[in-house]
C-alpha cells in the first residue's frame, strides 16, 4: 500500500494593471511568502507569461520546494474561469482572447485556475471572510473597474457563457458617458475611480463654491473622501451622487436575486459612509418593497491585494489536481 503526500500549498497570483503579486498560501489562508513584479513592462503575453513563471518557481523553492504545491490560482480582470482565458481586457496590454491558465499550466506542469477579481474575492470571503456561513450574497469590487460576482445556495453562478455578474457594464444612465466596453452609460463610468473623477468635474462645474478640490491637480477618490471628512460640500455632493446611482443599481440587483447581502470590496469601498449611506438609502428607496432593509451592506475585511490572493488560493483549491512532477 502506497501513500502519496497530502499537499498542503497552492500559489495564489493577483494581476494587477500596474503589479502583479503572487503568494505561497496554506489551506487554512495563511500568506507564507509573497512577492511582487511590475505588469506592464511586459507588453507581450508570451514575455509576461515567461517571467510569471520564473517568479513562481523561484518563490516556490524558497518556500517549501515544489513538491509542496498542488496548484496555481490565477486572478485577473477580465477572466473566465470557464475558458481559462483573459478575454477582451480593456485595461490591460493582452488584447483579445489570451489562453493564460493553458500557458502557465505548459510552462509550470501544474493545475492553473484562473478568475476574474469579483469572482475570487467571493471565493475568499466565503471562505474567509464576512461571508463565511452565508449561502446567498453578492460580492463588488469597486476600484479601477465595477464588478460582481453572484452566490446562489453556496454556489458561484457563472451564467451561461461564464460572464455573470458584469454589473459595471449595465446600463445606469441612458446615453452616459462613453465606456471602455464601447457602450454609453455604464455603472463604471459611475462609481468607479475614473467616474467619481469624472463626478467630481461635473460638480465643480456645476456649482459655483470654493472647494479644495478646485485646487488639487492630481485628484483621486482617496482625496476626495479626505475633503469630505473636512467638510467640503462638493467633495460631499460628488461622494453623494456616486452613491445614489450605486444604490439604485443594487436595488435593480436585489429586487431580481434577493440576496442576503452586499459585501463591497475595493479601493473605492474604502470611503466608507461617504459612499454606502447614501447608497443604502438610495437602495432602500428603489428597491422591491418586501426585501427592504433586509439586505445587509457589508464591508470586507480584507485590504484588495489580501482578498485577491486569498481568492486565488481558494481558485487553486478548486481546479482538478494535475502534475507533471508525480
Known amino acids: 500500500m502506497t501513500h502519496e503526500p497530502i499537499k498542503t500549498r497552492v500559489v495564489g497570483v493577483d494581476i494587477q494593471i500596474d503589479t502583479t503579486t503572487l503568494a505561497v498560501i496554506d489551506v487554512r489562508g495563511n500568506i507564507l511568502a509573497r512577492k511582487e513584479f511590475a505588469t506592464g513592462t511586459n507588453p507581450n503575453i508570451g514575455d509576461f ?8 518557481v523561484s518563490l516556490v523553492e524558497e518556500n517549501g ?13 477580465s477572466s473566465n474561469f470557464m475558458t481559462g482565458c483573459i478575454e477582451n481586457a480593456p485595461n490591460l496590454p493582452w488584447k483579445g482572447v489570451v ?45 479601477g473597474g465595477v464588478g460582481s460576482s453572484i452566490f446562489i445556495n ?5 451564467g451561461r457563457d461564464g460572464f455573470a455578474g458584469e454589473i459595471g457594464h449595465s446600463c445606469a444612465k441612458d446615453n452616459g458617458r462613453l465606456c471602455g ?22 460638480v465643480m462645474a456645476e456649482r459655483s463654491e470654493p472647494s479644495k478640490m478646485r485646487q488639487t491637480e492630481a485628484l483621486t477618490p482617496e482625496v476626495i473622501v479626505s475633503f469630505c471628512e473636512m467638510g467640503d460640500e462638493l467633495a460631499i455632493e460628488t461622494m453623494r451622487r456616486t452613491g445614489e446611482m450605486l444604490g439604485i ?17 475595493g479601493s473605492v469601498a474604502h470611503a466608507g459612509d461617504w459612499l454606502l449611506e447614501p447608497a443604502w438609502e438610495s437602495f432602500n428607496a428603489h428597491v422591491f418593497r ?7 451592506f457589508l464591508p470586507s475585511h480584507f485590504d484588495e491585494s489580501e482578498a485577491n490572493l486569498l481568492g486565488a488560493s481558494v481558485l487553486a483549491w478548486n481546479v482538478k489536481e494535475y502534475s507533471l512532477f508525480k
Open 99 to 143: 489562453p493564460l491558465a493553458a500557458m502557465m499550466r505548459d510552462r509550470l506542469g501544474l493545475a492553473v485556475a484562473l478568475g476574474n477579481n469579483a469572482h475570487a474575492r467571493g471565493l475568499g470571503e466565503l471562505a474567509f471572510g464576512v461571508a463565511h456561513g452565508m449561502k446567498d450574497f453578492v460580492l463588488l469590487t469597486l476600484g
Open 49 to 56: 507569461s515567461s517571467i510569471l513563471s520564473q517568479h513562481v
Open 181 to 202: 466596453c464601447g457602450n454609453k452609460g455604464c455603472l463604471e463610468m459611475y462609481c468607479s475611480k475614473k467616474g467619481i473623477i469624472l463626478t467630481a468635474q461635473e
Open 290 to 296: 418586501n426585501i427592504e432593509g433586509k439586505v445587509k
Open 65 to 77: 520546494g515544489y513538491e509542496s504545491i498542488r496548484s496555481l490560482g490565477i486572478c485577473c480582470s
Open 249 to 265: 443599481s443594487l436595488a435593480n440587483y436585489a429586487s431580481i436575486i434577493n440576496p442576503e447581502a452586499f459585501i463591497f470590496t
Open 154 to 158: 453556496g454556489q458561484y453562478y457563472f
